[in-house]
């Protein structure tokens, strides 16, 4: 959903707008790609213009069709539908990612990373391995991106130990294996939910917890449910996108090179995006909220948790030798 530098190389073939329908030869190439982000969101802004950008270049040869804010169901079906051949590609988090090749989602492992600096470095020196493994599946890792800085926000009090959890409706997604291992070692029963399922459950109350970047935070309207945000970064929301080794096939050397090309600039131009969109938006909910700061003491606390709950992930879900290497790069 999120594409940042690394993506550039031939992450550019995508999108056409419906008013191009009627300009399209009828020998176009026409992809369709999905994404839970909506249309006038930052990612989505970003994919439109870079859309007409491929359309100009290979006058009408190659067109997309974005699906936005999840009309082709959450992440896990996007990525089931690519595989049936029902989907050309889509922009996901790293829980779509991991669908396909887990190890992707280490990268979001809690109290991990909580800069863009270091993620920058682990993320660039683990891609080419990444990319091997999703060749492997069938699939094209043309880059990762990013989300935002995640954050933990609360209603009615605030969230200063993991202890306070177990007296709140906190929100896990359903599809993150990193949910269950961490409500596993903090002590507490997690609400299930898929992300489109979120806000109506934050509206009435089924969620009082969240620990999401402030960007889609504010842009899916989360916020506004909330009243408390700590100050302290939880972790990094990164994702990428994904296209069928089969789709890039069907592209000659000249769509190709225009995809690249393309591809290269919007990601530049997205990665500078949403990371100055996010710290925006995270101004924007501590304008709104009770700003929650912690103690040496507290943040110890949560540091020693946080280093249990990955300890955990490495028996499993993880390898403990991954989990090693990227705590090593964390600093950790």
């Known amino acids: 959903m999120m594409l940042r530098k690394a993506l550039g190389p031939i992450l550019g ?37 870079w859309a007409k950008k491929v359309d100009k270049e290979t006058k009408g040869a190659v067109t997309l069709n974005w699906y936005f804010n999840a009309a ?42 909580n800069s863009w600096e270091k993620l920058d470095s682990a993320r660039e020196s683990l891609l080419p391995e990444f990319q091997e493994a999703f060749k492997k599946e069938g699939f094209a890792l043309l880059g990762s991106g990013d989300v935002g800085l995640a954050h933990t926000m609360s209603k009615g009090a605030a969230v200063k130990s993991p202890s306070d959890l177990k007296s709140m409706k ?50 899916l309207q989360w916020q506004a449910h909330l009243d408390h945000v700590n100050e302290d970064v939880v972790g990094v929301g990164v994702g990428g996108l994904v296209m069928s080794q089969k789709t890039l096939s069907s592209l000659n050397a000249d769509e190709l090179e225009i995809v690249t090309k393309t591809g290269r600039k919007a990601g530049k131009k997205l990665t500078k995006k949403i990371r100055l969109e996010d710290a925006k938006a995270f101004d924007t909910i501590k304008a ?3 700003l929650v700061t912690l103690t040496d003491a507290e943040r110890g606390v949560w540091n020693d948790t946080f280093k249990k709950v990955r300890q955990q992930l490495g028996q499993g ?12 790069m964390a600093g950790k």
Request: proline share 8%; charged share 15%.
């Open 13 to 49: 073939a995508l999108l056409a707008t419906s008013g191009l329908a009627a300009t399209v030869p009828a020998s176009a190439k026409e992809l369709s790609l999905g994404t839970l982000a909506p249309k006038k969101s930052p990612w989505g802004k970003v994919f439109k213009g």
């Open 72 to 113: 082709q169901g959450d992440e896990k079906a996007m990525v089931a539908k690519m595989r049936a051949g029902q989907l050309d590609g889509a922009a996901v988090t790293s829980v779509g990612l991991s669908a396909i090749h887990k190890p992707m989602l280490a990268l979001q492992m809690p109290g991990l990373f």
């Open 170 to 219: 906190v929100y896990a997604w359903s599809d993150d294996p990193i949910a269950p291992v961490t409500s596993s070692v903090i002590g507490y029963t997690p609400v299930l939910s898929g992300v489109p399922e979120l806000l109506p459950k934050l509206s009435s109350g089924a969620i009082t917890v969240i620990t999401v970047p402030s960007l889609p935070a504010v842009t």
């Open 288 to 290: 709104h909220m009770t």
């Open 317 to 328: 879900t993880f390898t403990s030798d991954l989990v090693q290497k990227l705590e090593q």
